[in-house]
């Protein structure tokens, strides 16, 4: 008789250090997670607040009126003023259009028609007019406009964050799932007990996970998940919201209400694996 009780304070010791080296690690990927989650949604606002810079794109040279939000909201992807990049923008290829365009000198030669007016040469000192007073900023205005100039970002750098974020988002979402997972049979072999808290907390990780894996490009046009890619957020996909509030509506419940659908079940499942762990030391006479 004695050594069985030997051998199940053995196996309950060794449980107890599996389940404490457990709870460090998913402390640390929890947190982890809610830094990859706070910053996915801290780069949506600074594009809602205008804080990356998109000036410059292609699309606005060469677009209608019709498409002017779109190519406000959208990343500039070429330079619109070189010619080629210009062309090559509009599907043509560059030495093709220099060709049309000296095609298109010699027939006006031919058929004689009037040549064009000569540029306006820029007036003199003498000649311009007194500049006019510009209005004077206040010492409040000048640090808002230094603040929001050191806020700001560049697309490429956007880009870059969101990369980055969900790499971290999703990487860190699976080995917290699996944490989970591996705490939940620790518990089941080593009769730890909050059997019922754990597994709950394991499906919240788990649902969490399904949530966070972008389907937009696994099943596109089925379903979104709560990853977005850069190319969503910051290439004008989202211009039709400037002028509608139905799509308004539908883009902060893209790319907010996901988000906070995925923080409850994320702090669902560490509240869980919380009571979790008093409920195995309660049981084992440690904690009250």
């Known amino acids: ?38 910053a996915s949604q801290v ?18 040279a060469t677009a209608g009126a019709s498409a002017l939000p779109a190519c406000v909201k959208s990343c500039p992807a070429v330079n619109p003023a070189d010619p080629n990049t ?3 923008a509009l599907g043509l290829d560059p030495l093709a259009a220099s060709v049309i365009e000296e095609k298109a000198e010699q027939v006006t030669q031919q058929v004689g028609l009037p040549a064009p007016a000569p540029a306006v040469q820029p007036m003199t000192t003498e000649q311009s007019p007194a500049p006019q007073d510009a209005p004077q900023k206040t010492f409040v205005e000048s640090l808002k406009d230094k603040e929001m100039e ?6 490429a750098t956007a880009r870059s964050l969101i990369r980055v974020s969900n790499f971290f988002m999703f990487m860190t979402a699976m080995l917290y799932c699996l944490t989970l997972l591996m705490n939940l049979k620790i518990s089941l072999t080593g009769k730890l007990g909050g059997i019922n808290h754990i597994s709950r907390a394991f499906f919240c990780s788990l649902f969490l996970l399904v949530f966070l894996i972008p389907w937009q490009v696994l099943l596109p046009g089925v379903v979104l998940g709560v990853m977005y890619l850069p190319s969503e957020l910051l290439s004008g996909a989202w211009a039709k919201a400037e002028s509608s509030g139905f799509w308004k509506a539908l883009m902060y419940l893209r790319f907010t209400g996901l988000w906070l659908l995925a923080m409850w079940l994320l702090i669902s499942a560490q509240m869980r694996s919380i009571k979790w762990a008093r409920a195995t030391l309660r049981r084992l006479g440690m904690a009250r």
């Open 150 to 155: 050191f806020l700001t970002i560049s697309c």
């Open 1 to 38: 008789m004695e050594p069985n009780i030997n051998q199940e304070m053995i196996d309950t010791t060794d449980s107890l250090e599996a389940v404490s080296v457990m709870k460090g690690m998913k402390n640390f990927l929890f947190w982890l997670l809610v830094l990859a989650l706070v």
């Open 86 to 88: 210009a062309a090559a």
């Open 43 to 60: 780069l949506f606002w600074m594009d809602q607040l205008g804080l990356v810079d998109k000036s410059g794109g292609v699309g606005c």
